[in-house]
Each structure stands twice: as C-alpha cells, then as structure tokens.
C-alpha cells in the first residue's frame, strides 16, 4: 500500500512524463508536418 | 475565505543558506529563484529598453544620425528578442515562482531542483545572444519573427542565435512542467480549482499554451539552421520549399505568445483590483472560462498576421471572424473588472492605479488589433506603425504595467518593508505620460502610411516621431525611479503588517511579512 506522499510522487511522475511527450509530439509532429507540406 | 493552521507558518526553523554560491546559485527555493528571474529581468528590461531608445533617438529626424541602418535592424530584432523572451517572460516566471505555492498553500514548486536549472539556462542564453552584436555581420536584424529567406543573410550570429532560442525553449517548458504539476498535485487539501486565485488559474492556462507552442518556435529555428546549414528545403523555394509555410509555423507559435505575455498580466489584475475594491471579484468562474476560451482561440487565428501573403477569400474569413470572437471573451474580463470596482471603496495606491491604466490601455491596443483583424483593412495596415502601435499598447500598458503593479503589491510581502507610496505614484504617472506620448502618435504615422522598421523617413512623419522620441525617452528614464521604489522597500523602515493591504484576501497574506523561507511546512485548511 503506497503512502499518500508515495502517491503524490507518482502522480507527479506521471505528470511530468504525459507533459514532456506531449512537447517533444509537438516538436516533432510540426517538423513532420512542415517536410510532408513543402 | 481560507484559514490555515496555526503550525503553517510557525514552524520555519530553515534559513536560507549563508554562502553567495549556495543561496544563489545552487538554490532551489522558490522564492530564491523567483527573485533571480525578477532581477534577470529588469536586467534584460532595461538593456531592451536602451536598445529602443538607440531606435527612437535614430527616429528623432528624418535622415541617418546616429547608427547605420544594418545596426538598426539589429536593434529592433534584438530589443524584441529581449523584451520578449528575457523581460516579460521570465518576470511572470518569476511572479508565477514566488506566488503560486503561497497562494495554493505549498511549502514549494513540485520540481525545485528544475527549478534552478531553469533559470540558470536563461543568463547564458542571452549573454550568447547579446554577444553577437561582436561578431563579424553583427548581431541578428532580420527581425524578431525570422522570417525566411531574410533571416537566411544573417551571418556568424545565425547558428548562436538559434541555439539561443532552443535553450529559452527549453527554459520556458521545463518552467511550465514545474507550474502545471505543482498546481495539479500540491494544492492544500480544500483548495479545489474553482476556490483557486485567479493569478493562479491564468498561469495554468498560460503553461498549457508554453508546452504547446514553444516546441513549435524550436521546430522552426531548427528547420531554418538545417536549411541554411544541411542543403535542407523546408524553406527554400528553389528546393521546392514553401517561404510562406515559415510564416505559418511561426504564427501558430507567435499568436498564442502573444497570450502567453497577457494571460498572466490577466491574472495580477485580478488579485489587485478586488484588494483596492474591497469587494470580491465579479464573476469569478466566468473569468476563468474567459481566459480559457482566450487560450483556445489563440490556436486558431495566427493567419491574421498574413493576410497579405495572398491566401483564399474563406481562409481571410476564417482568420478574420476567429480574431473577433477573442474580443467576447476579452470584454468579458474588462466588463468584470468595472464591475467589481463598481460601488467598491476605491482607494488608490499604486499598484491599483497601474491596474486601471492596464485596464483602460489594454482596452486601447484591444480595440486596435479588432482594427487590424478586419481583413481588407488590413492590407492599409500591414507593416505600418499602426502595427507597431497596436502591439505596444498590449504589451507595455498591458502585460509591462501589469507586472509593476504586481511587483508593488506583494514587495511588502517579500521584503517584509513598505516601498515609498510617494516616489511610487510618481513613477505612475511619469509612466502613464510616456507610454502615451510615446506609442499614441504611432497609430497616426501608420495610418499615414509609415512602414514599421525603417530608419529614415520622408519629412511628412517628422513631427510624430519626434513627440514619440520625447515621450520615449521620458518612459525610458522614468523606469530609473523603479529601481529606486525597490531599493527603498529593500532597504525600508516601515514594516508591513501580514496582510499589507486592508482589502487583501488568499493564502499569501496570513503568512508573515516577509515570508519565510519555506511557505507552507504544514497545509493550511481550506474552508
């Protein structure tokens, strides 16, 4: 059974992995975009 | 609203470290580090500000004075590059550190030690940035959008210019992660989202825009060096590239930036007229779907910016009826504002006072970006000074007026002393003068066809360039008394009582003044 401050980390981790993926997918989904277009 | 527990602040048996090197630079405390980027702000804010001035003394007369025109260009791209990215970026930054464990009851930031790595990201990137007006070709001129093929000439600065751009990037998405999760996961029990400030609420908002926008910018600096550098086309017409596509990349990033500098400014104004209102906030939930409404139009209007790139007659209605829509929500925040001022007991200090200028001057560049939204119109306006008008309006009267008044009403918390109310006031209102002799006149040199970043001018503009100069320099000198209102807080006598101002309400004002090092050791209980 995780301690409430355990839990808390891991939402943290979790946060912080769902919010660098989704600037690294805009990076990178933008350069694809910008290759596919010209 | 809220009460903590008499432990919360009790119980502050940690000092800051004594040594420079470990307070300063190896610090993760919140506060520590919000007052880094405060003052590597009004660093960039007045080395910003000279270069305009070296911009506004060239446009005193018509004719070439002072600098030649290369020196020119590159002091209106690097006075925007530091203006945007290094003054008002990083002092919302700073204000967001600070204030957002405070006032959602944290001890401090999820993240501290990106924290400091954040910031510390941010001196070498502009020191990298200022030095290449050293080097051979000079610094970058082509503008602060980067518009190919233009921003192709640059010479030896091109490569550290964008590398520059990448660690800002870096700097302002690491920085967003920090707020995003500290707001997500270490608010006190009790403090739901709607009980949440709205400083608060604005910069939630603003770090979802950060996380998606600037990547972006970073994937177009990218596609530029390796266009210039690797044989690449994404830019290139003779490659089969698309130059126009550029534009469209930039502005996908550039409008929400936009919001991003004005989003937070929203925020400060928020917590500071209900305090000199004494009255709550008007219309608090509706305030918090306006910002968010603000922030999901942002996404769809950035062709605005290229209605005479020549684009298909829906894609201009499109553009043009999207920009409008902004101005729904936009009133929203304004008639609320009014509002609660409405049948408050006003008084006027001046962090209140930099509030209802931003109130009545945003309205001002508001209503001249409604001008230019209006497609045909817009092609009298492209690249005049009604552009150059319009956006000062935001930004200087907005979102710089914003953070002087944010930074007046919580130095009494931060330092613990009063600042001096008389030098303050006097710093206002030389202020509201400048801005306005400065900027005003610039919507008449547009509208008479002056084209934006030019040196020279026919001698028909000389007599509003010359007002404009005066009120410039006025502004520009006026900003010294700034640092002064500071230095007198820093150093003051009179100690400030915990909650500073009578009408003040949240989190941050039950703390003592000045805060301690670390805010809240124990949560404090949200009724």
Same mark, same amino acid.
């Given at each position: 059974?995780?301690?409430?401050?355990?839990?808390?980390?891991?939402?943290?981790?979790?946060?912080?992995?769902?919010?660098?993926?989704?600037?690294?997918?805009?990076?990178?989904?933008?350069?694809?975009?910008?290759?596919?277009?010209? | 609203?809220?009460?903590?527990?008499?432990?919360?602040?009790?119980?502050?048996?940690?000092?800051? =470290?004594?040594?420079?090197?470990?307070?300063?630079?190896?610090?993760?405390?919140?506060?520590?580090?919000?007052?880094?980027?405060?003052?590597?702000?009004?660093?960039?804010?007045?080395?910003?500000?000279?270069?305009?001035?070296?911009?506004?003394?060239?446009?005193?007369?018509?004719?070439?004075?002072?600098?030649? =025109?290369?020196?020119?260009?590159?002091?209106? %791209?690097?006075?925007?590059?530091?203006?945007?990215?290094?003054?008002?970026?990083?002092?919302?930054?700073?204000?967001?550190?600070? *204030?957002?464990?405070?006032?959602? +009851?944290?001890?401090?930031?999820?993240?501290?030690?990106?924290?400091?790595?954040?910031?510390?990201?941010? =001196?070498?990137?502009?020191?990298?940035?200022?030095?290449?007006?050293?080097?051979?070709?000079?610094?970058?001129?082509?503008?602060?959008?980067?518009?190919?093929?233009?921003?192709?000439?640059?010479?030896?600065?091109?490569?550290?210019?964008?590398?520059?751009?990448?660690?800002?990037?870096?700097?302002?998405?690491?920085?967003?992660?920090?707020?995003?999760?500290?707001?997500?996961?270490?608010?006190? =029990?009790?403090?739901?989202?709607?009980?949440? /400030?709205?400083?608060?609420?604005?910069?939630?908002?603003?770090?979802?825009?950060?996380?998606?926008?600037?990547?972006?910018?970073?994937?177009?600096?990218?596609?530029?060096?390796?266009?210039?550098?690797?044989?690449?086309?994404?830019?290139?017409?003779?490659?089969?590239?698309?130059?126009?596509?550029?534009?469209?990349?930039?502005?996908?990033?550039?409008?929400?930036?936009?919001?991003?500098?004005?989003?937070?400014?929203?925020?400060?104004?928020?917590?500071?007229?209900?305090?000199?209102?004494?009255? /709550?906030?008007?219309?608090?939930?509706?305030?918090?779907?306006?910002?968010?409404?603000? &922030?999901?139009?942002?996404?769809?209007?950035?062709?605005?910016?290229?209605?005479?790139?020549?684009?298909?007659?829906?894609?201009?209605?499109?553009?043009?009826?999207?920009?409008?829509?902004?101005?729904?929500? %936009?009133?929203?925040?304004?008639?609320?504002?009014?509002? %609660?001022?409405?049948? +408050?007991?006003?008084?006027?200090?001046?962090?209140?006072?930099?509030?209802?200028?931003?109130?009545?001057?945003?309205?001002?560049?508001?209503?001249?970006?409604?001008?230019?939204?209006?497609?045909?119109?817009?092609?009298?306006?492209?690249?005049?000074?009604?552009?150059?008008?319009?956006?000062?309006?935001?930004?200087?009267?907005?979102?710089?007026?914003?953070?002087?008044?944010?930074?007046?009403?919580?130095?009494?918390?931060?330092?613990?002393?009063?600042?001096?109310?008389?030098?303050?006031?006097?710093?206002?209102?030389?202020?509201?003068?400048?801005?306005?002799?400065?900027?005003?006149?610039?919507?008449?040199?547009?509208? &008479?066809?002056?084209?934006?970043?030019?040196?020279?001018?026919? %001698?028909?503009?000389?007599?509003?360039?010359?007002?404009?100069?005066?009120?410039?320099? *006025?502004?520009?000198?006026?900003?010294?008394?700034?640092?002064?209102?500071?230095?007198?807080?820093?150093?003051?006598?009179?100690?400030?009582?915990?909650?500073?101002?009578?009408?003040?309400?949240?989190?941050?004002?039950?703390?003592?003044?000045?805060?301690?090092?670390?805010?809240?050791?124990?949560?404090?209980?949200?009724?």
């Amino acid at each position: 059974m995780l301690t409430e401050t355990e839990q808390r980390d891991r939402r943290i981790k979790l946060t912080v992995v769902v919010l660098v993926l989704t600037a690294a997918a805009f990076y990178g989904g933008f350069i694809l975009l910008t290759a596919l277009t010209s | 609203m809220t009460e903590h527990t008499a432990a919360a602040h009790d119980d502050h048996h940690d000092e800051p =470290p004594t040594g420079f090197a470990e307070r300063w630079l190896f610090t993760t405390n919140h506060k520590d580090i919000g007052t880094l980027y405060l003052i590597f702000s009004l660093t960039m804010f007045f080395m910003g500000g000279l270069m305009a001035l070296v911009i506004r003394a060239e446009l005193f007369q018509p004719g070439l004075q002072f600098v030649d =025109p290369q020196f020119f260009n590159s002091m209106t %791209t690097m006075h925007a590059l530091l203006m945007v990215f290094g003054a008002v970026m990083p002092a919302f930054v700073g204000l967001a550190n600070w *204030l957002i464990p405070m006032m959602i +009851g944290a001890p401090d930031m999820a993240l501290p030690r990106m924290n400091n790595w954040s910031f510390w990201i941010l =001196p070498f990137a502009f020191s990298m940035l200022i030095m290449t007006l050293l080097l051979p070709g000079g610094a970058p001129a082509g503008g602060w959008t980067l518009y190919p093929p233009l921003v192709l000439q640059t010479g030896d600065a091109f490569p550290f210019m964008v590398f520059a751009i990448h660690l800002m990037g870096a700097s302002s998405i690491m920085g967003s992660i920090n707020v995003i999760v500290t707001i997500m996961n270490m608010r006190a =029990p009790g403090m739901t989202l709607m009980k949440m /400030p709205l400083f608060v609420w604005t910069w939630l908002i603003t770090a979802y825009l950060l996380i998606a926008v600037m990547p972006v910018l970073a994937g177009a600096v990218t596609m530029l060096l390796t266009d210039k550098y690797f044989g690449t086309s994404f830019f290139n017409a003779a490659g089969g590239g698309d130059p126009v596509l550029f534009q469209h990349v930039f502005w996908f990033f550039g409008h929400p930036e936009v919001y991003i500098m004005i989003l937070p400014a929203f925020g400060v104004v928020s917590q500071i007229i209900p305090t000199f209102s004494r009255k /709550p906030l008007f219309g608090y939930s509706s305030m918090v779907y306006a910002t968010a409404s603000i &922030a999901f139009l942002s996404f769809i209007v950035w062709a605005h910016h290229m209605f005479t790139t020549g684009m298909p007659i829906a894609g201009q209605l499109f553009f043009m009826l999207s920009t409008m829509l902004i101005a729904i929500p %936009t009133a929203v925040k304004i008639f609320n504002w009014l509002s %609660t001022m409405w049948k +408050g007991e006003l008084t006027f200090e001046t962090p209140m006072l930099f509030s209802i200028a931003f109130v009545l001057l945003f309205t001002i560049g508001g209503f001249s970006g409604l001008m230019l939204a209006i497609a045909p119109a817009d092609y009298q306006y492209h690249d005049t000074y009604f552009v150059v008008a319009h956006f000062h309006y935001v930004l200087v009267p907005g979102a710089v007026f914003s953070i002087m008044a944010a930074t007046y009403y919580w130095l009494p918390k931060w330092t613990g002393k009063m600042y001096n109310e008389k030098l303050g006031k006097l710093h206002f209102w030389l202020s509201l003068v400048g801005v306005n002799v400065l900027f005003f006149p610039q919507h008449f040199l547009g509208l &008479a066809g002056m084209p934006r970043r030019i040196p020279d001018y026919p %001698t028909q503009f000389a007599d509003f360039n010359m007002i404009s100069s005066v009120g410039a320099f *006025l502004f520009g000198f006026s900003q010294l008394l700034f640092v002064a209102v500071i230095w007198s807080s820093v150093k003051g006598k009179q100690q400030a009582t915990d909650q500073v101002w009578d009408g003040a309400e949240g989190l941050e004002w039950t703390l003592p003044s000045p805060a301690p090092y670390h805010s809240f050791n124990e949560p404090p209980v949200i009724k």
